[in-house]
Every structure is written in structure tokens, then in C-alpha cells.
């Protein structure tokens, strides 16, 4: 168990909805990251968040945002869903930016119809 | 373009044999890699890390071997157990980045 957590495990969207999701990040760990894992696929990166900030972006639209808090917890949030939303959304957390292993959450399926 | 491949989607060992895992990537700025293992419906475990400075690191019964003139690793699990029966993820990021880059998986079946 890493001591990531990820809420909700399931949902449920219709397209052109909304949908927040919500990470604990593990004690000690500042830096928290969004991973999309779509079937069939490794995950890809959607973005990160370091005290607070953005701290790099991948190749995702900005319908895709994000907050970190300062407990540094985190949220994922999509607007204006797509079909192609539909996958699993990881959560990672870590001690720090460079040379430092991630460690994911259980995930949050997404299906979006 | 995919800059971490994993050419294998599929695996089938032996229990008590030896496993391989392979993974290339075409960054040669990558310098720290880390293998995942994943079963349905979770997230990925975390197994074993290495960085550029090493060619080889163990944990138990897990080795990753790195290649780095040939930007390849590999992941060897000996003895082989119907529980290591999963998704295998390789992983790459550079110490000047923020980002890992995964591979597509290899599906391991140990059979008993």
C-alpha cells in the first residue's frame, strides 16, 4: 500500500460534462502527478504540481486543470468531456522533483457516454 | 512517438523459472528508470528502480539489468511465482525532467 488515495474509484459522465477528481498524496510526499491510462496503454502524463504550482504540463488540452492544496492533496479537473476521456486517471505522489520513484493510487475509472 | 517501447504485450514462464522483461527507449537524456507491475482493477506497484550510474540493481528476487549504449533494459524475476502473473510497465524520465514516460506493458502469465 502506498498511501495514495483516490476518490471516487468509479464514475459515470455524459459527454460535455464536468468531472472532478480528488488524490491524497503519501505523508512526506510535496509533488503530486496526474497520469491518463487509457485501455490498452501505459500511462501518460498529464501534469504536476509542486507546492502549489504547475510544474510542467504533457500533451493534454486545457480542458484538463488541476489544483494542488497545501496539505498537498490534489485535484484533477475536465471540462467539456469527451468519449476519449474514458480511462483510468492515476495519481502519483513523491518527495521531490529529479531522480525520485512515483507512487500511484489506486486510480479513477472514468466512463465517459 | 513513443519514446518507451515495450515489443513484448506478452509473456508465459514456468513457475520457478526465470522471467524476462524488455524495454527500449530512444531518449538518451533518460537516465532513471523504474518498472511498475499492475493487476486489474489497481494501480501500478511499484518494483525496482535504476539510474544511469548503475548497470545493474536487485531487490529479492527482482534484477533490472541497463544497457545504456544500447538504451535498453530488462527486468529478470527468478524464481518465477503464479502470484508475479501481472502487467509490467517500464518507465523513464531524465533528472532535468518532471515526467516519466511508460511503456505499453508486458502481460506476464507464470504458469503453475
Known amino acids: 500500500e502506498t498511501g495514495v488515495t483516490q476518490s471516487p474509484t468509479h464514475l459515470i459522465k455524459t459527454r460535455g460534462q464536468q468531472v472532478t477528481l480528488r488524490c491524497s498524496s503519501q505523508?512526506?510526499?510535496?509533488?503530486v502527478s496526474w497520469y491518463q491510462q487509457a485501455l490498452g496503454q501505459g500511462p501518460q502524463f498529464i501534469f504536476q504540481?509542486?507546492?502549489?504550482?504547475?510544474?510542467g504540463r504533457g500533451n493534454f488540452p486545457p480542458r484538463f486543470s488541476g489544483l494542488q492544496f497545501p496539505n498537498y492533496s490534489s485535484e484533477l479537473n475536465v471540462n467539456a468531456l469527451e468519449l476519449d476521456d474514458s480511462a483510468l486517471y492515476l495519481c502519483?505522489?513523491?518527495?521531490?522533483?529529479?531522480?525520485?520513484?512515483?507512487?500511484f493510487g489506486e486510480g479513477s475509472w472514468l466512463t465517459v457516454v | 512517438d513513443q519514446q518507451v517501447k515495450q515489443n513484448s504485450p506478452s509473456l508465459s514462464v514456468q513457475e520457478g523459472r526465470i522471467s524476462i522483461l524488455n524495454c527500449d527507449y530512444t531518449?538518451?537524456?533518460?537516465?532513471?528508470f523504474l518498472w511498475y507491475k499492475k493487476y486489474p482493477a489497481e494501480g501500478p506497484t511499484f518494483l525496482i528502480s535504476?539510474?544511469?550510474?548503475?548497470d545493474k540493481n536487485e531487490d529479492g528476487r527482482f534484477t533490472v539489468f541497463l544497457n545504456k549504449s544500447a538504451k535498453h533494459l530488462s527486468l529478470h524475476i527468478v524464481p518465477s511465482q503464479p502470484g508475479d502473473s501481472a502487467v509490467y510497465f517500464c518507465?523513464?524520465?531524465?533528472?532535468?525532467?518532471?515526467?516519466?514516460?511508460f511503456g505499453t506493458g508486458t502481460s506476464l502469465t507464470v504458469i503453475p
Open positions: 502519483a505522489s513523491s518527495d521531490n522533483r529529479g531522480w525520485n520513484t512515483i507512487y
Open positions: 505523508s512526506g510526499h510535496n509533488t
Open positions: 504540481y509542486y507546492r502549489e504550482e504547475e510544474n
Open positions: 531518449n538518451s537524456m533518460f537516465d532513471y
Open positions: 535504476i539510474s544511469s550510474i548503475k
Open positions: 518507465a523513464a524520465s531524465s533528472n532535468t525532467g518532471n515526467q516519466f514516460y
